[in-house]
C-alpha cells in the first residue's frame, strides 16, 4: 500500500495526516496554526509537524497540500490566505527543499473536489463539479482525476459567478448579485436576521421552514431558486457528468435537497430535466485532508 502525507491548514488549526491511496487516514496530529511571524512561522511550523508523522513506518511517497486561498499552479505557491493576513508564500519551493519529498499544493475547494472524485462520491465520474455550501460558496472541478484551476489558478472561485445583476454583495471582493451573495451561509443568516428571525446557524433555517415559518419558508424558496439557476448555468457552460455537494448546510441536506433537484430541472435543457446528477459528498471534516493526500497518487500517476 502506498501511502502520501496530507496536510489541510485553515485559519485556525493545521493538520497533518498519513493517509493511504484509498483514502483512509491512518494518523493524523493537529495543532493551532502558528501565525506569530506570517509565512515564516507557518512554513516552520508545517516541517516540524512533518516529522511528528511515523515518517519510518509508513514511508510516503509526497507530500499534498491544500489552503484556504489562490494557488498558483506553475510553482505552487500561494498568493494569499486571507483568513491568516500572509501573501506570496512559496510553499512548494520550501517544503519540498526542507522535505526531500514530491510536494503538490491546491485550494481547499479543489483539493475536496478531489478527494470525491478519488475515492468519495463522484469516483466513478469523468466530469466531477463540486460545490461546497458553507459560509460562503466555492467549487472544483475534476477531470480525469485533474484539478482544473485555471492559468493563473482562479478558476472554480464559483462564488463570484453572477446570477442576479445588481443583487447582494457579499463582501468587497465580489461582485453585487454574485451567487455568494444570494445563497451562502452567511447571506441566509443576514436575510433572516432583516426580517426578525434569529437563528444560531445557517441551517436552522431550513429546519424551520419544513416546520412551516412563513418567513424561513420564503427565504428558503428564494435560495432554492438562486441554487437552481446557479446549478443550471454550469450544466449550460459544461454539462459535468455528477455534482456533487459539501460544506455546513449539507447537514440540513434532508430539509431541501430533493427540492433543488428538482427546482434544476427548471433551469436546463428540456432534454437534460431528470438527467442533472446531483449528489450529497461522502466527506465532510475530512475532505481537505484526504484531498490534499490524493493530489500525491493523481498527479504521480498521471506523470505530473
Known amino acids: ?39 515564516d512561522s507557518l512554513l516552520t511550523q508545517i516541517v516540524s509537524l512533518y516529522h511528528q508523522l511515523d515518517i ?3 514511508q510516503p511517497i509526497g507530500i499534498g497540500i491544500g489552503v484556504p486561498g489562490p494557488v498558483n499552479p506553475k510553482d505552487g505557491s ?11 508564500i512559496p510553499l512548494k519551493e520550501y517544503v519540498k527543499q526542507h522535505l526531500g519529498l514530491p510536494v503538490y499544493v491546491g485550494n481547499d475547494a479543489n483539493v475536496a473536489a478531489l478527494a470525491e472524485a478519488s475515492v468519495g462520491n463522484g469516483k466513478d465520474a469523468e466530469v466531477v463539479q463540486y460545490l461546497t455550501l458553507s459560509t460562503g460558496i466555492g467549487g472544483g472541478l475534476i477531470l480525469s482525476k ?27 471582493f465580489k461582485a453585487g448579485g454574485c451567487i455568494e451573495g444570494l445563497a451562502s ?43 437552481a439557476a446557479f446549478i443550471g448555468s454550469i450544466v449550460a457552460y459544461m454539462e459535468p457528468d455528477i455534482f456533487v455537494l459539501g460544506g455546513g448546510l449539507m447537514q440540513s441536506k434532508q430539509y431541501f435537497l430533493e427540492e433543488l433537484k428538482e427546482k434544476v430541472n427548471d433551469y436546463v435543457f428540456e432534454y437534460l430535466k431528470g438527467k442533472i446528477k446531483i ?12 484531498g490534499a493526500a490524493m493530489q500525491v497518487f493523481t498527479s504521480l500517476s498521471l506523470g505530473d
Do not use: C
Open 1 to 39: 500500500m502506498s501511502y502520501a502525507v496530507g496536510i489541510d491548514i485553515g485559519g485556525t488549526h493545521i493538520r497533518l495526516a498519513i493517509v493511504s491511496k484509498t483514502g483512509k487516514i491512518e494518523q493524523v496530529i493537529k495543532e493551532k496554526t502558528d501565525k506569530s511571524n506570517g509565512k
Open 279 to 290: 449528489v450529497p459528498a461522502k466527506y465532510d471534516q475530512d475532505a481537505g485532508i484526504i
Open 78 to 88: 500561494v498568493y494569499v490566505i486571507p483568513n491568516l493576513n500572509i501573501t506570496d
Open 56 to 58: 519510518k513506518k509508513y
Open 185 to 227: 451561509g452567511q447571506m441566509l443568516m443576514e436575510q433572516a436576521k432583516e426580517a426578525n428571525l434569529l437563528l444560531n446557524h445557517a441551517g436552522e433555517l431550513f429546519l424551520l421552514a419544513e416546520q412551516k415559518n412563513e418567513v424561513a419558508l420564503k427565504i428558503k424558496n428564494e435560495w432554492l431558486e438562486n441554487m
Open 146 to 172: 485533474k484539478m482544473i484551476t485555471g492559468h493563473y489558478g482562479f478558476g472554480q472561485e464559483v462564488g463570484s459567478m453572477i446570477i442576479q445583476r445588481g443583487g447582494r454583495r457579499p463582501s468587497a
